[in-house]
């Protein structure tokens, strides 16, 4: 991976790349080439191209030349504010040009007898030396704060002889063209007087080396990443840049999900749906879910296309973030470049293929199949209603047979990768309520109802704050919820006691359905014994099609030396609960308290307060203050997510961070 690939010093060069595409006019392309737009051609007259991000010079001296050019179209003198050398060579290596009237002068320097002509004018263009040894604009202020005059000015005069002899004219229509680079970039953000022959030149580029961004969304994407590091001390972010220089791929992550992604980054689930179905915005979401039940964002990205080399940055740049914290269980899209990207990058997480999202394509991928319903119908009884691999095996060869599917490639190779998605295949595998192994279950996306296919970036980027604000308001309010309300009891289960004393409403609430359904397990049965492990057969009535009552059998084994229970339908590791089987062989048994390692920490209400990073503390001085202060952070901002919910609540949140902040002042005093 490329130095630049991940490195948080973003400069502002970082923009989205557009290209000029072949014109057929010869001469209008030549004139593009030399900065002369020929916007005007019935009244007589060319206008010079304003400055851009993106432009590139074959030496300094063309640079200069050109922006001289400029001002003498628009009225405006040009000097040098800043110039930097290598030390060694003394080459020069950047430049800042800017606006005679740029800033003001010294008071030492001040000409009493004559007028000041400075007004702080705004006016410039920063400039780098590439690799390659061309010059290029990487920032563009077009905007000046004064009059602009008539032209011609003193700092034409600091021109090269060559260059000055060819722009000396007496009018418009006999200046000549200055060549001024050799190709074109043009950032998609550019300015309002930045567009290039809009009615001869497309600015859109289909390479999928860059992200396609409309015109100002590179400038939006970086001016919203300043202000959030601002106003957001641990706000995080990457941008990844092409060998042209142009944004390909971008990462960032703010405050509060990085706060969060400590807690609930245990299952992971990438939404690529933007950035496959083709948006306006090329949209990756990393979700997780909460100690609610509750989807929280965990990083967001934007990338140039779906390929190995794009997700590969992306994830990596996911780790950087999280300090190297890889997930339990990554959940994603079916699909190869990312089957084989997650095994790269995250080889020690399970990798699954979500089976909301597949079951979402079958319309789709069978809907012009004869006997399209009983096709369907045959697909999700298979799917959702197999307990042991043979019989899933057993039901999909029978939907094949008897339907003649045999050479539809989707259902083929679907059937090859069933041991990323069917439920049969991953019941080994912890989804903590992202598994979707029940009909009707789905992963939503973060942003579903804040974002369309046409939702422009900067439109975006204000519902990103809002979606934000709504998602943290509300687990915040069920933060308060959850400690100061009691859950109601339905029945005299001494497991529903237990459970409802330390999980959160909404996860007991699915555990104590869980509870109830025990009465349709009328028979448990001991039917095999091997030691300390017994195997028991729970039968259990269930509500099937047209409202009918079918029985069906689950084996659940049970170690009552280790104080271990599993259930065949693998409830626990789905959703973070036992199952009505598991709960039936144990009260079967006589236990009356479920073991503690099936009453999962992340699932309390306290869990955020007391819980303890994973990861060992670092051997450094510098790494160990930031990892206090990310603990820190963490436990401050809970502070703030429940003060925010009313006025009382902010005045007991002040009055601790004051109490808090005298009483570390205090600690500090003693070490003086």
């Known amino acids: 991976m490329e130095e630049t690939s991940l490195c948080t010093e973003v400069s502002t060069d970082t923009r989205s790349c557009q290209t000029l595409r072949e014109i057929d006019d010869e001469k209008t392309a030549l004139e593009d080439q030399n900065g002369i737009h020929d916007g005007n051609k019935h009244e007589g007259r060319k206008e010079f191209v304003a400055p851009a991000i993106g432009m590139e010079f074959e030496s300094y001296d063309d640079a200069y030349n050109y922006y001289n050019c400029y001002a003498r179209e628009v009225g405006f003198s040009v000097r040098v504010k800043n110039s930097w050398f290598k030390r060694n060579s003394r080459e020069k290596y950047g430049a800042v040009l800017c606006c005679s009237s740029q800033g003001f002068k010294r008071v030492k320097d001040v000409n009493h007898l004559r007028k000041e002509t400075r007004t702080g004018c705004p006016a410039m263009i920063r400039m780098r030396l ?35 002899r060819k722009i000396q004219t007496n009018s418009e229509s006999d ?17 309002e007087t ?3 022959v809009q009615t001869k030149v497309r600015t859109s ?23 959030m590091q601002l106003t957001n001390p641990n706000f995080f972010y990457l941008m990844d840049l092409n060998d042209e220089g142009c944004l390909r791929n971008v990462f960032w992550m703010d405050a509060r999900s990085r706060a969060t992604s400590s807690y609930f980054s245990d299952v992971l689930f990438l939404d690529n749906t933007c950035l496959s179905n083709k948006y306006e915005i090329p949209l990756v979401s990393f979700v997780g879910i909460n100690h609610h039940g509750q989807s929280v964002l965990l990083g967001c990205g934007m990338l140039a296309g779906e390929t190995m080399d794009s997700y590969n940055w992306l994830f990596k740049a996911w780790l950087t973030c999280t300090s190297g914290q890889s997930p339990q269980t990554i959940i994603t899209d079916r699909c190869k470049v990312l089957k084989s990207v997650v095994a790269d990058v995250f080889p020690k997480s399970h990798h699954r293929f979500s089976l909301s999202h597949i079951m979402r394509k079958v319309p789709e991928k069978l809907g012009g199949l004869r006997n399209y319903d009983a096709i369907r119908k045959a697909l999700l009884k298979g799917v959702y209603e197999t307990l042991k691999p043979c019989d899933f095996d057993a039901a999909w060869g029978f939907m094949i047979q008897h339907f003649g599917v045999g050479d539809n490639e989707w259902l083929r190779s679907l059937y090859e990768d069933r041991a990323m998605w069917a439920p049969v295949c991953v019941k080994d595998t912890v989804f903590l309520g992202m598994a979707t192994a029940r009909p009707g279950e789905t992963l939503n996306a973060f942003f579903d109802k804040y974002v369309h296919k046409q939702t422009p970036l900067k439109e975006f980027l204000d519902k990103y704050e809002l979606a934000l604000q709504k998602k943290h308001k509300e687990e915040a309010t069920a933060d308060s919820n959850s400690r100061s309300s009691s859950p109601e009891l339905k029945t005299r289960c001494a497991f529903e006691l237990q459970v409802s004393k330390v999980y959160t409403p909404e996860i007991f609430k699915k555990f104590q359905l869980e509870v109830e359904e025990m009465y349709s397990c009328f028979s448990t049965t001991q039917i095999h014994i091997d030691g300390p492990v017994m195997i028991f057969l729970v039968k259990e009535r269930v509500l099937s099609e047209g409202n009918r009552r079918e029985v069906r059998d689950y084996e659940v084994l049970y170690n009552r030396v280790a104080a271990e229970v599993c259930c065949i339908c693998s409830c626990f590791n789905f959703y973070g609960y036992l199952c009505r089987h598991a709960l039936s062989v144990l009260n079967f048994n006589g236990i009356e308290e479920i073991p503690s390692k099936y009453i999962l920490s992340r699932w309390k209400k ?24 990310n603990q820190l952070y963490r436990s401050a901002l809970q502070v703030v997510q429940e003060g925010v919910i009313s006025l009382d609540h902010y005045k007991v949140a002040l009055r601790a961070f004051e109490e808090s902040l005298d009483r570390v002042h205090d600690v500090g005093g003693k070490h003086k």
């Open 130 to 164: 590439l690799d390659s040894k061309r010059w290029r604009i990487l920032e563009v202020t077009l905007e000046h704060n004064h009059l602009l005059g008539s032209k011609g000015f003193k700092s034409s005069k600091m021109m090269a002889a060559r260059t000055k």
């Open 175 to 191: 200046m000549q063209p200055v060549r001024l680079y050799r190709a074109v970039v043009i950032d998609a953000g550019g300015y």
């Open 194 to 196: 930045s567009n290039l």
């Open 205 to 227: 580029c289909d390479r999928p080396d860059h992200l396609n961004l409309r015109k100002g969304d590179t400038q939006a994407i970086y001016n919203y990443f300043c202000r």
């Open 606 to 629: 306290d869990y955020k307060r007391l819980f303890i990073p994973n990861h060992g503390l670092s051997t450094t001085d510098a790494g160990e203050r930031v990892q206090r202060f």
